[in-house]
């Protein structure tokens, strides 16, 4: 056959040759990029901020308010903790956090997690008030868990209104917590309330930094958002507690003043305040990440965290992201299949420096 009686190509053909093409050589910059990136990045990460969860399956302790667990959130988070509620029954909710050691094991980039305790709602009388709690997972059970992995650390739990917080305090970092988290809008806690000055100057004396949610919660079924406001950790940072207010008070407002603009000027005031980047990627969240990346104001007080099991789609996915990171590399984050992996991928390629990565294992005290 000559030239002059070829058969031409479609010219569909040829539109879906050049963009095979592109995409593949897409992946080879993206490859390679990332392969420099990673050849200057920590070598040890620590995520501190990973969820559990539990029905009291083999003896655990914890559990979930009836009105959460008949609502449609139960079964997505059963999901995205990658355990059905007939393998909790069967095999006790300390299989949630068996895999969940096994993904950070497959992981490239995340080498721990800190796994988070969650107290309760305290009564009038001292004790934890069982119909108000949304959701209990014991410090006990998170300690006795954790220890049996060498990639997870136990992150505690405490109501500060409890008659032995000071006391519980103590125990917890006898027994290897490396932080006290909160989530005061479902706790019930006031970070502001000066009741609370002992409680704060024994952490600081114990060097327990409080990771706790500041801005709008709406994980959960009802929420007292007054006390996510980020002014309220003003008493917890002048007793000299380490403070790391999580996902940068993203969403909602107090005193009409968003509370993302509430946390920016307390950076320059306490040089102990820190804020996590969980959640950032969510689509509930979209913007804020690359908002405080390009302020620039604080990027020296980030943390890496993942908010985990909330990194599913539709809540997250990488090509919620385009305009703010090149396709190329949101093409390689939609490729990969580990949840850390994707996640810490997916924050590099919106910006996020190396630095960010390496500090949560400073804060925490944590190494290899």
Known sequence: MTPC???????????????????????????????????????????????????????????????????????????????????????????VIKRLSQQISQSETVDKAVVLAMDGVISPDKTLDKEKTQVYIPNEFIAAETAKYSNLAFG?????????????????????????????????????????????????????PLLTHVGQEKSFGHAEDQFGDPQRLKLALDSGVVVIAAHIATTGKNEGEDNYDRLIPLFSQYANLYTDISSLTQLNKLGYLSRALKDGQFTERMVYGSDWPLQFFPLVSPWYHVGRASIAD?????????????DVRLKQALGVPNSVFQRSAKIFGLSP
Request: hydrophobic share 40%; charged share 25%.
């Open 330 to 342: 949101l093409w390689r984050v939609s490729r990969l299949k580990n949840k850390w992996d994707k």
């Open 156 to 208: 505690a739990s405490v109501n500060p209104y409890r008659s032995d917080a000071v006391e519980r305090l103590h125990k917890v970092k006898s027994n290897g917590a490396v932080l006290v988290k909160w989530i005061p809008a479902i706790m019930s806690i006031d970070p502001s309330d000066p009741e609370l000055k002992e409680f704060y100057e024994t952490m600081a004396l114990l060097d327990l």
């Open 5 to 95: 009686t070829r058969k031409k190509m479609p010219l569909k053909t040829i539109h879906c040759c050049l963009l095979i093409s592109s995409l593949q050589v897409m992946q080879f910059l993206s490859q390679a990029a990332w392969a420099v990136a990673g050849s200057e990045s920590a070598s040890f990460i620590v995520d501190g901020h990973v969820h559990t969860a539990g029905i009291g399956a083999g003896g655990s302790g914890c559990f979930v308010s009836k009105d959460l667990r008949d609502g449609y959130k139960f079964k997505w988070y059963l999901g995205a903790f990658g355990v059905t509620l007939e393998e909790l029954k069967a095999e006790g909710d300390g299989l």
